[in-house]
């Protein structure tokens, strides 16, 4: 599989990637929403983790570009906050995030688990 991953945290992201490597899959990486969509451009994944909280993109404006792009690839979101104050509002990403892009599109909170988490996310993507 062939996996964006978007977070502006450098740690976090390098971490990600360790993991979807050895998990045998491939990778890029964006530091924001802009920069994933110039990837989404060129390149097709298999599956996108991003986080939400990021400067110069959040990954609610990622989630609308996918929506937009009728992007279909499993999508994994998270951040360490479960509100988040977008386009004047607070909306509880758990409830939103996959009632407004679909059940293709999970969130869960940063927490300890979040490498067990998405590697059980990776694990579970059927792929052709």
């Given at each position: ?14 971490s ?58 499993p ?54």
């Amino acid at each position: 599989m062939h996996v964006l991953i978007v977070d502006d945290d450098i740690s976090l992201r390098d971490s990600l990637v360790r993991l979807a490597h050895k998990l045998g899959h491939t990778t890029a990486v964006a530091e924001n929403a802009w920069d994933a969509f110039d990837h989404i451009e060129k390149t097709d994944f298999d599956a996108i983790i991003t986080d939400v909280q990021m400067p110069d993109g959040n990954g609610i404006e990622l989630l609308q570009i996918l929506t937009r792009l009728q992007y279909t690839a499993p999508v994994y979101v998270h951040s360490s906050e479960a509100k988040f104050y977008f386009q004047r509002e607070h909306i509880d990403l758990a409830t939103h995030i996959p009632a407004v892009f679909g059940a293709h599109t999970s969130f869960t909170l940063k927490d300890a688990h979040i490498e067990t988490n998405i590697a059980e996310f990776l694990t579970g993507i059927d792929t052709p």
